[in-house]
């Protein structure tokens, strides 16, 4: 159980395109969304959190006009990187929480791959 | 803010032995919860262990079991009987609320 789709895994695109990634809770409903972003051989950081049916939260210096969030359903999340540019390239994780209390683990996806050229 | 500290970016172990990962991390919180994750090269998140803070129990996940230190705000993961499929970043993770704060993560090599 708890089984998080993100899709795609892997994206290559000219500069100035936009690109979206899709995360997906497979066989649960979640109430809460996170999008993180990871450099190469860094850990993971939180870019915002999304509840369904309300605007996203985003951390301190993520630019919520460059990477929009969208939770329209519990079971789906989208993050939109606008407007790419070669330093947007990285590697973005989803993860997804069943349940309203923060003590539910969360579950992940499995990355997408983002290279902008 | 809450850190977390990895502080052996790489680590190694024979097959079949066992492997200690430290983890340390700084809260003002009394309730929480802890994790480690592993990350193999496909790059998924998988979880492997959680810790309540309030339980004193360390939880143990078939070969992998913690020390869970609260007052030294110490979280280590002890891997028993090495496989080579536990070659993987493992990454520390502190969650209250809706942040969860990861560590820089340590990479584990197992050689057979």
């Known amino acids: 159980g708890a089984v998080v789709s993100q899709h795609p895994s892997r994206v290559i695109c000219k500069s100035g395109t936009s690109v979206k990634i899709e995360c997906r809770s497979l066989?649960?409903?979640?109430?809460?969304m996170f999008w993180y972003r990871q450099f190469p051989k860094k850990s993971l950081m939180l870019m915002a959190t999304?509840?369904?049916?309300?605007?996203?939260?985003?951390e301190q210096g993520v630019e919520k006009d460059k990477f929009l969030i969208n939770h329209a359903s519990l079971t789906l999340s989208t993050l939109t990187v606008t407007s790419a540019h070669p330093e947007d390239s990285s590697f973005y994780i989803c993860?997804?929480?069943?349940?309203?209390?923060?003590?539910?683990?969360?579950?992940f996806g499995d990355g997408t791959r983002l290279s902008i050229l | 803010a809450q850190t977390v500290t990895q502080s052996q970016p790489e680590m190694s172990v024979q097959e079949a032995e066992t492997v200690t990962l430290s983890c340390t991390y700084d809260?003002?919180?009394?309730?929480?919860?802890l994790f480690w994750y592993k990350q193999p090269p496909s790059r998924q998140m998988i979880l492997v262990i959680r810790?309540?803070?309030?339980?004193?129990q360390n939880a143990t996940e078939n070969r992998f079991s913690v020390n869970f230190q609260k007052a030294a705000k110490s979280f280590s993961l002890k891997i028993s009987d090495s496989q080579l499929g536990d070659a993987a970043m493992y990454f520390c993770?502190?969650?209250?609320?809706?942040?969860?704060?990861f560590g820089g993560g340590t990479r584990l090599m197992v050689k057979p």
């Open positions: 993860s997804a929480r069943a349940g309203g209390y923060w003590s539910q683990p969360q579950h």
């Open positions: 810790q309540e803070a309030y339980k004193q």
């Open positions: 993770a502190y969650m209250w609320g809706n942040m969860l704060t």
């Open positions: 999304s509840n369904e049916g309300s605007k996203a939260t985003y």
């Open positions: 066989d649960f409903q979640a109430t809460t």
């Open positions: 809260t003002s919180e009394s309730d929480y919860y």
